[in-house]
């Protein structure tokens, strides 16, 4: 069913990066056989995210790190500043080059990461997949090395016009940063012939710009994008994070980082539904998509309902069968907002840790609860 879902999706991809979407086809195909026969074991991951830095510096309103609700902005310094150093993070890479999943770059802001052009160059010697989401503030600077570094996708967080992005993100003059950054790329970009990097725009959805989505339209037009997203917001309520502590216990894990995004959507579904509607009619040169792609009866139940449970989709989570999530303290987790360790890559390499017992048992136990209770708004669900 998810797979349906998406399909749109998918064939977007297909028509820009044909090899690459057919690789994730197959590898999504062997991570359904392990789900159901591994055993708790799963293949090599389709996709490793390295969380390079905590540190932002932004303060979206709505984020979960650093937002009016986040969780890192809470944390000791120390924890802010840990980082794993350009070698660790190559070392990583030369332990996964052999099956060559897709690398993400995430943070907190990942372009602070001091080296992190020297990574993606890294990774583009080791011929991956490497797609970096960024909120765009140091593109203007790094254009040139950006798009020389070989970088494939390049996921931009753009949340409305000029005057509302940077209400929302606390900046005035990022807006206009970003654009003259993205015309820099597209300028270097056409000088070398170059498809690459792609321009994704990611819009989160939220009480802020749910009205006005429609400027996204332009702003996608002017940064001559070649796909907009828009996410829907990620919120929990305080009876889900409850919940979520009678499994935290079974797993002696904390799932606290969710308190983040503890926080009413205020969100009208009607109006939220006619632009949907408005906005899919339009054609452009650049692919339009809502994730998760819901209809209206999802969209209120998603939104309004506290018990809300995605019983149009699969039900079932796969994502620790597909992808690694590897934290600035070495850890790799099967989940952003879970202190659940597979292992820590300072003292084993990564595909002892991808299977290693802690891994196995956690997808044990995920498969005979097909999902936990925070599970229910993360978008991962939704993917697969
Ligand atoms: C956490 S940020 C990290 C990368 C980078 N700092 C950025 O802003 O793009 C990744 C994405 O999550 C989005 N985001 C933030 N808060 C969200 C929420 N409550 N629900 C859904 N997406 C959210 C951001 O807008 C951004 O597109
Ligand atoms: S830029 Fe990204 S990480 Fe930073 S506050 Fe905004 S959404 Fe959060």
């Given at each position: 069913m998810t797979l349906f879902r998406n399909f749109n999706r998918f064939f977007n991809k297909f028509l820009r990066q044909p090899g690459y979407a057919l690789s994730v086809g197959f590898k999504r195909l062997r991570a359904f056989f392990y789900y159901y026969f591994g055993k708790g074991k799963s293949s090599y991951p389709e996709a490793v995210t390295l969380f390079l830095t905590h540190k932002c510096n932004l303060r979206c309103k709505m984020c979960g790190q650093w937002g009016e609700s986040g969780v890192t902005k809470k944390q000791s310094i120390q924890f802010i500043k840990e980082e794993l150093s350009l070698q660790q993070l190559q070392s990583i890479i030369d332990d996964v080059s052999t099956f060559k999943p897709n690398i993400t770059l995430f943070g907190g802001e990942p372009l602070i990461y001091p080296h992190c052009i020297d990574l993606i160059k890294y990774i583009k010697q080791k011929k991956m997949h490497c797609l970096i989401i960024t909120n765009g503030f140091l593109l203007e600077e790094l254009a040139q090395d950006i798009v020389e570094s070989g970088l494939d996708e390049l996921n931009v967080s753009l949340d409305g016009n000029a005057a509302l992005h940077n209400e929302i993100r606390g900046m005035s003059g990022l807006f206009e940063k970003i654009m003259q950054g993205l015309k820099r790329i597209n300028i270097l970009k056409a000088e070398r012939k170059s498809r690459t990097p792609f321009i994704n725009l990611q819009c989160t959805i939220t009480k802020y710009n749910y009205r006005y989505l429609e400027q996204l339209l332009d702003v996608a037009n002017e940064a001559r994008a070649n796909s907009l997203t828009f996410h829907n917001l990620i919120f929990i309520t305080p009876e889900i994070l409850n919940r979520q502590k009678e499994f935290d216990k079974v797993l002696s894990c904390?799932?606290?980082?969710w308190q983040g995004f503890a926080f009413e959507p205020e969100i009208d579904v009607e109006i939220l539904h006619q632009k949907m509607k408005d906005i899919l009619k339009t054609k452009h040169n650049f692919s339009i998509d809502f994730y998760p792609n819901f209809s209206y009866a999802e969209l209120k139940d998603y939104y309004g309902n506290p018990y809300y449970h995605p019983r149009q989709y699969s039900g079932r989570c796969l994502s620790p069968w597909i992808v690694a999530y590897v934290f600035p303290d070495g850890h790799v987790r099967p989940c952003l907002n879970s202190t659940y360790s597979f292992g820590n890559v300072k003292e084993a390499n990564f595909m002892k840790i991808w299977n290693s017992q802690e891994a196995i048992r956690f997808r044990k136990i995920l498969k005979e609860n097909k999902i936990f209770p925070a599970c229910v708004r993360c978008t991962e669900l939704y993917r697969y």
């Amino acid at each position: 069913m998810t797979l349906f879902r998406n399909f749109n999706r998918f064939f977007n991809k297909f028509l820009r990066q044909p090899g690459y979407a057919l690789s994730v086809g197959f590898k999504r195909l062997r991570a359904f056989f392990y789900y159901y026969f591994g055993k708790g074991k799963s293949s090599y991951p389709e996709a490793v995210t390295l969380f390079l830095t905590h540190k932002c510096n932004l303060r979206c309103k709505m984020c979960g790190q650093w937002g009016e609700s986040g969780v890192t902005k809470k944390q000791s310094i120390q924890f802010i500043k840990e980082e794993l150093s350009l070698q660790q993070l190559q070392s990583i890479i030369d332990d996964v080059s052999t099956f060559k999943p897709n690398i993400t770059l995430f943070g907190g802001e990942p372009l602070i990461y001091p080296h992190c052009i020297d990574l993606i160059k890294y990774i583009k010697q080791k011929k991956m997949h490497c797609l970096i989401i960024t909120n765009g503030f140091l593109l203007e600077e790094l254009a040139q090395d950006i798009v020389e570094s070989g970088l494939d996708e390049l996921n931009v967080s753009l949340d409305g016009n000029a005057a509302l992005h940077n209400e929302i993100r606390g900046m005035s003059g990022l807006f206009e940063k970003i654009m003259q950054g993205l015309k820099r790329i597209n300028i270097l970009k056409a000088e070398r012939k170059s498809r690459t990097p792609f321009i994704n725009l990611q819009c989160t959805i939220t009480k802020y710009n749910y009205r006005y989505l429609e400027q996204l339209l332009d702003v996608a037009n002017e940064a001559r994008a070649n796909s907009l997203t828009f996410h829907n917001l990620i919120f929990i309520t305080p009876e889900i994070l409850n919940r979520q502590k009678e499994f935290d216990k079974v797993l002696s894990c904390s799932s606290s980082d969710w308190q983040g995004f503890a926080f009413e959507p205020e969100i009208d579904v009607e109006i939220l539904h006619q632009k949907m509607k408005d906005i899919l009619k339009t054609k452009h040169n650049f692919s339009i998509d809502f994730y998760p792609n819901f209809s209206y009866a999802e969209l209120k139940d998603y939104y309004g309902n506290p018990y809300y449970h995605p019983r149009q989709y699969s039900g079932r989570c796969l994502s620790p069968w597909i992808v690694a999530y590897v934290f600035p303290d070495g850890h790799v987790r099967p989940c952003l907002n879970s202190t659940y360790s597979f292992g820590n890559v300072k003292e084993a390499n990564f595909m002892k840790i991808w299977n290693s017992q802690e891994a196995i048992r956690f997808r044990k136990i995920l498969k005979e609860n097909k999902i936990f209770p925070a599970c229910v708004r993360c978008t991962e669900l939704y993917r697969y």
